[in-house]
């Protein structure tokens, strides 16, 4: 395609220095025939190339620029997977995007120093199951092909809100590549599935969260501690809901404003640990014992709440370490 759009270049350019000679020489009616070419030939660039007779796996190879992604697959051992029926989303790295990837780590340099079971997860975390086009892209968590506690499958956070990314920082380069068995989007990082707090950081709906957790003020290191093998569960306020309680009391402008032991007794009554909790395993008047010893109780009678009156907003957002949900107020241990 490259060399294509050299070749269009050089005759467009050619077709034009004739145009100016024909007119200096006023003899523009000769040049219609060639300037009929040059629109014929520019029409005939725009045509998108017709890749529905092959499959993923094969579109990758017959891309120079996903050369790199073909070398992955093959050493992870994914080539079979990539050319089941399918349909399937891949969101796939270009050349550079492994590079960097690489780059990141002065124990790889190239992509055979990679454990296995390192870029089978990190492959696996660009695919989703079924055909997700440009079109269809809005700001939410898709599952992945990755698994992570019990076997879930991974969350991949998609934004639109002011140009498209992917887990918080991949754009992409090429859209909506059609092929026999699903779509392909190029894009220029390498995604690394998230943990608890990767997924907290990424997402400016919990800035006041992130700032809540990593208070100076804390004895408890909890990004060191959300970080760890886990499972863990988060029901997670967003920044409205901890907006909701400064505005409770009068006192309180700022998170500064609450006393530390207050703030700590509030964060630990939002994690539950050693349990990656689904939000199809929650059940009506279910108690779940919180990180600080006390319980919430579950309510499925008009929606999903706990303790009566705290929704949950946002289920299962799955990450290496456990899962998030959203919820739309602080809970009051």
Known sequence: MIKQNILFWVSSKQLIINLKYFIMNKNIFLFLPLLALLILNACKEDEPVDNTELNIVETAQATSDLSSLVEALQAANLVSALEGSGPFTVFAPTN??????????????SISDIPVDVLQSVLLFHVVSGEVRAADLSDTYVNTLSTGPNSENLSLQVSTSGGVLFNGSAEPVLTDIETSNGVVHLIDAVMLPKSIPGFALSNSNFSTLVAALTDSRHTTDYVSLLSGAGPFTVFAPTNAAFQALLDSEPTWNSLADIDINVLEAVLNYHVVNNANVQADQLSDGQQITM???????????????????VNIILTDV???????????????P
């Open 318 to 332: 799955q990450g290496t370490n456990g899962v998030i949900h959203a919820i739309d107020a602080v809970l009051i």
């Open 96 to 109: 550079a995007a492994f590079q960097d990837l690489l780059d990141s780590n002065p124990a790889w340099n």
């Open 291 to 309: 990180f600080d010893g006390g319980t919430v109780t579950v309510d499925l009678s008009s929606g999903a709440k706990l303790n009566g009156s």
